[in-house]
């Protein structure tokens, strides 16, 4: 094959580069700086992330592509490396103390968050299965390692082998799948099989049964990557075991990447299709809501309290694949930006609450009264839980809103009167939190607690960000709306 | 298409025959004489200490790991080499930035310490 | 000539057995290795589908040679994990290993 029929576009790919650089560059540094130095890789990873975050800003609206559609800066792209970098950026700060807390400073662990960032932007980027793959599998690799970072701890251990056999498991559908739909066109192109999709396959004969196999597999590998109903079960353990802040990042940027491979490859490869698997999606995101929303009533873990809401939150943006307009193509990513923002701002007063020996998960023991003793931490948690079930005026309410009022347009009543039903039932474990916060007597061990820098400044981003969203969503939203594909 | 499998059949009949029958040769044309010496497992020469089955001590993993990364990244350099010649300057770049990549990896898996054998 | 059918029902043999082994296996490395296997039924298809459909032959080579990479540094990170877990519990069965559950 000739070189130069390879269209070759650099530019496209600055803010994927900086993170690799960084990402090596913290790699030696860990391994070349003696250990009292350490204290600056943390600063060195936000850098990064804020340059990469500059040329992606540079980019926006230039449409460019380059490597014969490998490689994308379109607005959609853009938009999603905006929310991957800003959750980045977010975790890197929850990271610097709590690392230090652990008296783990260590450069790899933001070498894998850069690698991880990296990876998600190459899935939202991308035209080409193969790299969206690629970036998938440096999400994961970096995730299993990222999750079992506490190597002391049997439960972090025990997070990270079952996130890998079944993150493993689910990939290897992945791929079987890209396969199959690979048979079936003979490219991985998704451009080229958005144009070839009405039509019969290359392959005359059997082309329907791979088509509709290798739909089936991709389903299932993108379903547990974002954890929906009924591939689910890592979520929980992985949340409870794996390091609070990386149990958020996985909440956040991984969940988001897997959405975002989902809307190109789904609503736009296979938009032509879309009766033959909208169902699939309808059955997914009731399961998904219901069964979170369910299981989260018992948790009395936090984490695990937000694991099963982050499965049913995956069920509401479910819904927009299933109406699968433009309006709620955009109903999505307004939807992540808030999720990242609420989710991070509660992984951040978790942090805040914990110490070295204990996690500050436990709702009964840890946290009753505590919004009276640490007044800061309780009400920015109200505020995260207000809007994690969806009340005015926060962010999580007209996330909601447009997706649902989205299904509507589109005719899918009954799925929005299901997901209303859930949202009903996710209030009262929302509010069981601000209640135990405020108006339980506090425990003995309840004892107001020192905020470090950067833990206050991401509670604090991430609260104004939730209200402002939730009082001017109409910004954020003509953004989103340009930036669909 | 039987026909083509009738082939596969012939090779494998074959195969496995020619090996039974090698092995029968040996057996009845060489001499026997065992003595301790000989029967001695073979360790590059090394006077062997206990068993030839034996379990690997654990430390070998991470020689092993380290040797499966790197030993798959290779599978990159045969396809490059094969068409060098018709890719040109801008191909001879690209695989040294791979393969300072994967120094870099070295690199940090030698500080680390992980090729000390502790 | 084996055709291209042969190939697919190699590979979705190959899988089956992988999806057995590893819902089966209770042993962490037993699964590792079925979980390879799934990967090596997928390179079977690239491979097949690259000869018999795409008329360049280069996209599912190409997809093929990134899948045993990917596979090989997922094996050398899941044989780290279990490594980890081998220290912990002292040994690699998967059903000991479970203090989280719901």
């Known amino acids: 094959m000739d070189l130069s029929l390879i269209d070759i576009n650099w530019q496209v790919i600055t803010p994927q580069i900086i993170l690799a650089v960084f990402g090596f560059v913290l790699l030696l540094l860990e391994a070349f700086l003696p250990k009292d130095k350490k204290g600056i890789l943390p600063h060195l990873a936000w850098i990064g992330i804020a340059l990469s975050f500059f040329f992606s800003v540079n980019l926006f609206g230039s449409g460019f592509s380059g490597f014969n559609g490998m490689a994308l800066a379109d607005n959609f792209a853009l938009f999603f490396s905006f929310i991957f970098l800003i959750s980045s950026f977010l975790v890197v700060l929850l990271s610097i103390s709590f690392l230090k807390r652990e008296e783990q400073v260590r450069g790899d662990y933001y070498a894998l968050l850069l690698f991880a960032t990296l990876g998600m932007m190459l899935m939202a980027s991308s035209f080409d299965l193969i790299v969206i793959f690629l970036g998938l599998e440096i999400v994961s690799v970096s995730l299993y390692i990222l999750s079992g970072f506490r190597k002391k701890d049997p439960k972090s251990n025990e997070a990270s082998m079952k996130f890998f056999l079944m993150g493993s498991f689910a990939t290897s559908f992945l791929i079987f799948g890209i396969a199959l739909i690979y048979g079936n066109f003979g490219t991985t192109n998704l451009e080229k099989i958005l144009f070839l999709a009405p039509f019969s396959g290359v392959f005359a004969g059997a082309s329907e049964f791979l088509l509709y196999a290798g739909i089936g597999f991709l389903i299932v590998g993108f379903g547990f990557k974002i954890a929906s109903v009924p591939f689910h079960m890592w979520m929980p353990d992985v949340f409870e075991g794996a390091p609070t802040p990386i149990a958020g990042f996985i909440s956040a940027g991984p969940k988001a990447a897997g959405f975002a491979a989902l809307l190109r490859i789904f609503l736009l490869a296979f938009s032509s299709i879309k009766p033959d698997w909208t169902l699939i999606f309808w059955i997914l995101a009731v399961l998904s809501m219901t069964t979170g929303n369910l299981l989260a009533l018992w948790q009395t873990n936090l984490k695990r309290l937000l694991a099963y809401s982050s499965i049913a939150h995956g069920g509401y943006i479910l819904i927009a694949f299933v109406s699968g307009s433009n309006s709620a193509i955009s109903g999505v990513l307004f939807y992540l930006s808030a999720y990242i923002l609420m989710n991070l701002g509660a992984f951040a007063v978790i942090i805040s609450m914990g110490s070295k020996e204990k996690e500050g998960t436990d709702l009964y023991k840890e946290y009753a009264g505590a919004g009276l003793k640490n007044p800061f931490l309780g009400v920015f948690m109200a505020i995260f839980m207000l809007s994690l079930a969806g009340f005015p005026p926060t962010a999580g309410f007209f996330a909601k809103f447009y997706i649902f009022s989205s299904a509507i347009k589109s005719g899918y009543l009954g799925l929005v009167i299901i997901a209303v039903i859930n949202s009903l039932i996710s209030v009262y474990y929302y509010l069981r939190v601000i209640v135990y916060m405020f108006m339980r007597p506090s425990a003995e061990e309840v004892k107001p607690v020192s905020i470090p820098f950067s833990l206050g400044l991401v509670i604090l981003l991430t609260g104004i960000g939730i209200l402002a969203l939730g009082i001017l969503p109409q910004e954020l939203l003509n953004l989103a709306y340009n930036s669909i594909f | ?118 | 000539m084996p055709s291209l059918y042969h190939y697919l029902s190699l590979s979705a043999l190959l899988f089956c057995i992988g999806i057995f082994g590893a819902l089966t296996r209770r042993n962490a490395i037993g699964i590792l290795m079925a979980i390879e296997l799934l990967f090596n039924a997928v390179n079977i298809n690239f491979v097949a589908f690259a000869r018999f459909i795409d008329p360049q032959a280069i996209v599912g080579q190409v997809f093929t040679i990134f899948v045993i990479t990917i596979a090989a540094a997922e094996a050398a990170v899941g044989l780290a994990i279990i490594i980890l877990i081998y220290r912990q519990h002292k040994g690699v069965d998967v059903d000991k290993v479970n203090i989280m559950k719901w």
Do not use: H
Not at chain 2, 67 to 96: H, Q, R
């Open chain 2, 1 to 118: 298409m039987p026909s083509d499998y009738a082939f596969v059949g012939l090779f494998l009949v074959f195969g496995v025959a020619f090996v039974l029958f090698v092995f029968l040769l040996s057996k009845l044309i060489a001499p026997y004489k065992p003595n301790p010496v000989k029967k001695e497992n073979y360790e590059c020469g090394e006077v062997p200490i206990g068993q030839g089955w034996v379990q690997f001590n654990v430390r070998y993993y991470l020689f092993a790991i380290i040797f499966v990364i790197f030993d798959v990244e290779v599978v990159f350099l045969f396809p490059w080499a094969v068409v060098y010649k018709s890719l040109g300057f801008f191909a001879f770049i690209e695989m040294l930035i791979f393969i300072a990549i994967l120094i870099f990896g070295l690199v940090y898996v030698w500080r680390k310490g992980a090729l000390k054998w502790v």
